[in-house]
């Protein structure tokens, strides 16, 4: 038996009253017990499962689902925990449930199917951490991210562990200390200085933080950057804005380079490259350098490869070495024209 004080029963993604409907047993079962609604079956279940749950001492959790799109005659157990997917959490605690917020949409993480805002399950951590309520209230026990891994079995497991990363900072963020209408690129910022636990060799894996100098003060320029067709400013390389990006010049070939003035010297052992995260794949850097300067015009070679075709970020280690100029210079790109680059962010590691 597990350690937990909780057993979750699921319960959800039961079909529908129509098809509830169409199963003779299940109506058959339905008239038997002289319930009203065939939906009064899954509610019994839910219950008579539930008792079993406490006998052995645990508390049951399910998904909120009986009520969904269909009506029910009778209820689960007040004392059953309800992770509520539908809409916030408010509305079920004040029915008597101890409620946990996962809400579809602000609370939702699934890779495979969006990565890019607007789509279904994509995280936008820029308007969940600003608008969403994360209310405090008697019968709210929390809230949680809820990852979904549907149509990811191809790739590894850091590949969806990075769509997550924002997101359960963000939430524990804002159930911690930030209330509402606040910019998440400030919180963005003291989030990639902190980095990942300790120790944490920089391997260059999916998504690694190993952290990073504050981009607060820094400048970026380009070799060219795309001002017409779309806002690609290098300065949108450097805002702690996952979702903006610098792009070179359509009519500039490659190759293209990204310079950030730190505003001082600065102990740094590594850049991290995030791609573009609008869907598109034009100026995906594929092979580069790492270029460092102490006066922005004098340029030393620090570390050349090639990124894999993703759309996920990637630290690339260098020997720590002292520097106020750092620079991405992208010799080619994944996209089929192989003349363009573009960088979401470029962050700095800073040598421990």
């Known amino acids: 038996m597990t350690k937990s004080p909780y057993i979750h029963i699921g319960t959800d993604e039961v079909p529908l009253e129509a098809a509830q409907k169409a199963c003779p047993e299940l109506v058959a079962y339905q008239q038997a017990k002289g319930y009203p609604y065939v939906g009064d079956a899954l509610v019994e279940f839910i219950n008579d499962l539930d008792r079993?749950?406490?006998?052995?001492?645990?508390?049951?959790?399910?998904?909120?689902?009986?009520?969904?799109?269909?009506?029910?005659?009778?209820?689960?157990?007040?004392?059953?925990?309800?992770?509520?997917?539908?809409?916030?959490?408010?509305?079920?605690?004040?029915?008597?449930?101890?409620?946990?917020?996962?809400?579809?949409?602000?609370?939702?993480?699934?890779?495979?199917?969006?990565?890019?805002?607007?789509?279904?399950?994509?995280?936008?951590?820029?308007?969940?951490?600003?608008?969403?309520?994360?209310?405090?209230?008697?019968?709210?026990?929390?809230?949680?991210?809820?990852?979904?891994?549907?149509?990811t079995q191809t790739f590894p497991l850091s590949w969806v562990d990075y769509f997550a990363r924002r997101p359960l900072a963000v939430v524990a963020e804002r159930t911690w200390a930030t209330p509402a209408g606040s910019d998440v690129r400030p919180f963005l910022d003291r989030y990639d200085q902190v980095g990942d636990a300790l120790p944490l060799p920089v391997t260059g894996d999916i998504g690694e933080n190993p952290g990073m100098l504050s981009q607060d003060g820094w400048t970026a320029t380009a070799t060219s950057q795309e001002t017409t067709g779309e806002a690609g400013q290098a300065s949108r390389a450097v805002d702690n804005d996952p979702y903006t990006h610098w792009h070179s010049d359509y009519g500039a070939g490659l190759p293209q380079q990204l310079s950030i003035d730190l505003g001082r010297e600065q102990h740094l052992s590594g850049i991290r490259y995030m791609p573009r995260q609008d869907g598109g794949t034009n100026g995906r850097v594929k092979a580069y350098e790492v270029l460092v300067s102490d006066d922005g015009a004098t340029w030393r070679k620090v570390a050349t490869g090639t990124f894999p075709n993703d759309r996920t970020e990637y630290v690339v280690p260098v020997a720590p070495v002292t520097a106020r100029h750092v620079a991405l210079r992208a010799l080619s790109e994944h996209g089929d024209q192989n003349r363009f680059a573009a960088v979401a962010e470029l962050d700095v590691v800073r040598a421990r």
């Open 52 to 151: 079993t749950v406490r006998d052995h001492g645990k508390t049951t959790q399910v998904w909120q689902w009986w009520d969904y799109q269909q009506p029910t005659s009778i209820t689960p157990d007040r004392r059953i925990v309800v992770n509520e997917w539908l809409s916030s959490p408010e509305g079920r605690a004040a029915k008597g449930y101890r409620t946990i917020g996962i809400q579809d949409g602000p609370l939702y993480v699934s890779p495979g199917f969006g990565a890019t805002p607007g789509s279904y399950g994509f995280f936008d951590i820029r308007t969940t951490y600003r608008d969403y309520a994360f209310t405090q209230r008697d019968g709210i026990l929390g809230y949680r991210v809820a990852r979904w891994s549907d149509h």
